[in-house]
């Protein structure tokens, strides 16, 4: 450690500040993308959330071209920093002339943005693509969950698969009981987003 402080110590000025540049940068996007892959439902971009849940292809779209929007955003700068932070490191001996390492550098950032930008796109494309339609629900066979009370008296909940991923939604009956997983069939859709299920 003491080796690599006097090597740091050493260091022009300016060779410092991008060092420090991309060394920050990198330890944030690190962060950034763990955080984004472990909740992959809902991908922080930095000042808003965008929720893939999508009841319909239309809502997904606009939430696709919402969130392109939204990433426009303070992660962003660490982007654009991790870009320019590494191309000044990268190139200081390379590129003798100072200013024109600056421009080289800020260039490169303005890339790192748009590739980062496109990566994030594609990666809510594949996000809604998963999206489902509820009423794609009726007709099927699917889990009881939760315990669904007798003649529409309460909610219980039922898991349904789509698309390879399982749902778990609200439902009700108008008949008796139905216990934990007992298999239902789902008659309609009511209230937009729960089913009334029937013993299968």
């Not at 500040?17 to 892959?37: D, E, K, N, Y």
């Not at 390879?164 to 009981?177: F, K």
Request: a negative charge; hydrophobic letters at 50%.
């Amino acid at each position: 450690m003491h080796m690599l402080s006097e090597w740091f110590n050493q260091l022009d000025p300016t060779l410092k500040l991008f060092w420090g540049i991309a060394i920050f940068a990198s330890i944030v996007v690190l962060i950034q993308t763990t955080m984004s892959f472990i909740g992959m439902g809902d991908v922080d971009t930095g000042d808003v959330d965008v929720d893939f849940d999508a009841d319909t292809d239309a809502d997904a779209d606009s939430m696709d071209h919402a969130g392109a929007m939204h990433l426009l955003s303070i992660r962003n700068v660490f982007y654009f920093l991790l870009g320019f932070g590494w191309t000044g490191v990268s190139f200081w001996n390379t590129i003798p002339n100072r200013i024109t390492l600056y421009v080289v550098a800020v260039l490169i950032g303005c890339v790192f943005v748009f590739i980062f930008l496109f990566l994030f796109r594609q990666m809510m494309k594949l996000q809604s693509n998963g999206a489902f339609d509820i009423n794609d629900s009726v007709g099927r066979v699917c889990d009881v969950y939760l315990r669904i009370p007798a003649n529409k008296q309460g909610l219980g909940k039922v898991q349904i698969s789509f698309n390879g991923s399982v749902q778990e939604l609200d439902a009700r009956t108008g008949g008796g009981q139905i216990p934990s997983g007992a298999k239902v069939r789902v008659l309609r859709v009511v209230d937009k987003n729960v089913l009334e299920v029937e013993p299968a």
